[in-house]
């Protein structure tokens, strides 16, 4: 009497969903929805950047994300005509 093994096929999906062989290793295009800016700042608004991160145990980059975005949610955009006509 002869045995033959078949392996058989597991369905794995990997962390996007995408469905992967036990045999296969599969990459897909990344979505990259950032960008990488370079801006100037004054020294101290570093200063105080810095001490907000270090309180809240995030990066500098978090802390501005999240105030670019609150400034952005939040602003208030005054014209010439909202002004009464002052410049």
Request: hydrophobic content about 35%; overall charge negative.
């Amino acid at each position: 009497m002869c045995y033959v093994f078949q392996p058989y096929f597991i369905p794995i999906l990997n962390e996007w969903g995408d469905l992967m062989s036990n045999d296969e290793f599969i990459i897909t295009p990344k979505e990259d929805r950032t960008v990488t800016m370079t801006i100037r700042i004054e020294r101290a608004l570093q200063d105080k950047l810095d001490d907000l991160a270090r309180q809240s145990n995030r990066s500098r980059n978090e802390i501005v994300n999240m105030a670019l975005e609150y400034a952005l949610k939040n602003v208030k955009f005054l014209d010439n005509s909202d002004q009464g006509g002052r410049n």
